[in-house]
């Protein structure tokens, strides 16, 4: 993370400690690191990267990013990991999926059915792209119906994120 030039690094990521946002508009310098760790990925033999936190523009970033910035960024992102042998996955920014579903090859997504917006994972769905989603609290039997009813593979997990797991298995 020291790598990334003072000027790209950005405000504290809320509870994850250590982790700071980047200005996306600053893909020059950004883009050297970021091949840097797709390799070190590529090398320990992961065949796929998902990448999280690619909605500065929704947060207090400490940059004055918007929809169009992220979304730019986040296309290059997947057209980096791309080149590098590597599978593009998309962790949440839900506001931003329908744009960037044919740019990525999966979605990861937290609490769709909490939050009530798994329709708006559908762009990956209809595409043929999975769509791998977690839920922290609730009985999976309730949330599995509709989770995979619209084609998802989804667990419920601990918050720790620990080895414990749920899977929805329907009748």
């Not at 042998?85 to 960037?100: E, H, K, N, R, T």
């Not at 059915?113 to 595409?127: G, I, M, N, T």
């Amino acid at each position: 993370a020291t790598r990334f030039p003072a000027a790209v690094r950005g405000a504290a990521v809320p509870g994850r400690p250590g982790s700071r946002f980047l200005d996306v508009r600053g893909w020059d310098a950004l883009a050297p690191v970021l091949a840097d760790r797709f390799r070190l990925c590529r090398g320990k033999g992961f065949g796929a990267v998902a990448l999280a936190d690619t909605d500065g523009y929704r947060h207090r970033s400490g940059f004055p990013l918007d929809f169009d910035d992220q979304l730019l960024f986040n296309r290059r992102l997947a057209g980096l990991a791309r080149k590098l042998d590597l599978s593009p996955g998309l962790v949440d920014d839900v506001p931003q999926v329908a744009a960037l579903a044919p740019d990525f090859d999966f979605a990861v997504n937290q609490e769709c059915v909490r939050r009530r917006e798994c329709a708006k994972l559908l762009p990956f769905v209809d595409a043929g792209k999975p769509v791998f989603h977690v839920e922290y609290t609730g009985e999976p039997a309730d949330f599995c119906v509709t989770s995979v009813g619209y084609g998802f593979a989804s667990i419920r997990k601990d918050r720790q994120l620990d080895a414990w797991r749920e899977p929805c298995v329907l009748p």
